[in-house]
Nanobody, 115 residues
Framework: QVQLKESGGGLGQPGGSLMLSCAVS????????MDWYRQAPGKERELVAS???????NYADSVKGRFTISRDNGKNTGYLQMNNLKPEDTAVYYC?????????WGQGTQVTVSS
């Protein structure tokens, strides 16, 4: 059974950094496409960053230059490094991974940016 578990969320300071992890269990995670989404209260879920099977990355304009998506196939884990945090980054962050023809989601991790 494939499961994704996000971690690393919490309270961040404006201008500070947090790194989110997305641990994949139940399947090998080698070059699988992965996305990070976020959902703020009262707003729709939005795509934040993605990495393709070839390692090509894309970012929402709102996070470009501040966030970096990556993955470590040996650790079966994906990451979202978030720098220069802003209050508007406050949201629940979710990862998803395409394994075969199915898209799997994690349960989400809360990120709150506040001084």
């Amino acid at each position: 059974q494939v499961q994704l578990k996000e971690s690393g969320g919490g309270l961040g300071q404006p201008g500070g950094s947090l790194m989110l992890s997305c641990a994949v269990s139940g399947s090998r995670f080698v070059g699988n496409p992965m996305d990070w989404y976020r959902q703020a209260p009262g707003k729709e879920r939005e795509l934040v960053a993605s990495i393709s099977s070839r390692g090509i990355t894309n970012y929402a304009d709102s996070v470009k230059g501040r966030f970096t998506i990556s993955r470590d196939n040996g650790k079966n884990t994906g990451y979202l490094q978030m720098n220069n945090l802003k209050p508007e980054d406050t949201a629940v962050y979710y990862c998803n991974v395409m394994i075969g023809v199915r898209l799997y989601w994690g349960q989400g991790t809360q990120v709150t940016v506040s001084s």
